[in-house]
Each structure stands twice: as structure tokens, then as C-alpha cells.
């Protein structure tokens, strides 16, 4: 049951409130045949419920593709703005080494050597 639950849910791009409460819909379906067929296995539920691809196929064509379409580009701008963060973040920590070596480089402190003698 696990690995058919997982599959199904590799095969949703988005992860959305929708999507998850379909999955666990299909998982409380999943559960009750399990309760009735105490000797199930993964061919089993593919011929009851359909393949992953298949149950994926369906509930997208149940869902609105303004809604996709949204969660689909909603992704796409996280990824973009989490890139753009840490590109950003690199080129000030580079920036902040290169400023750090430097002003080591221009203030080297040569301390004279003192000799102590014991009496």
C-alpha cells in the first residue's frame, strides 16, 4: 500500500491542499479495501484503483486548470526567487572575504622581538 501511495504521489507536480486531501482519500479507499482483502498486493490495487499514472490522469481532469496552472507557476517563481537569494548571498559573502583579505593584506602588524634576560 505504501509504495502505490508513494507512486501516486510522485506524480503530482504541485503539492497543494487539494492535491493532499485527494491523496488521502484515496489512501482512507485504499484502506478499506485492504480491510476486506486481507491478501492484497500491488497488482491487486493497480486493477482496483488504476495505475498511479492512471489515478494521476484523473484528477487532473477533475481539477480546474486555472488552479494548475497557478500552483504550476507558483513553484516556478519560488524556485527563481530562492536562486536569486542565493546567488545574491554567495556574491556578498565573496564580496566580504575579498574586503576581509584585503584589509589583512594592508595591516600586517610586525611586532619587534623583545628579548628578556633573566638576572
Sequence with gaps: MRKYLRDCKRLFPVHGSCEREYLERLKSHIQEYA????????DDLTAQFGTPAE??????????????????????????????????SLIFTGYRAYMIHQIIEQDIIIIPAETIEYK
Design 35 to 42: 480491510a476486506e482483502h486481507e491478501n492484497y498486493n500491488y
Design 55 to 88: 489515478v494521476a490522469a484523473d484528477y487532473y481532469d477533475t481539477i480546474d486548470d486555472d488552479y494548475l496552472l497557478k500552483r504550476i507557476n507558483f513553484k516556478g517563481h519560488c524556485r527563481i526567487f530562492a536562486i536569486v537569494l542565493l546567488s545574491l
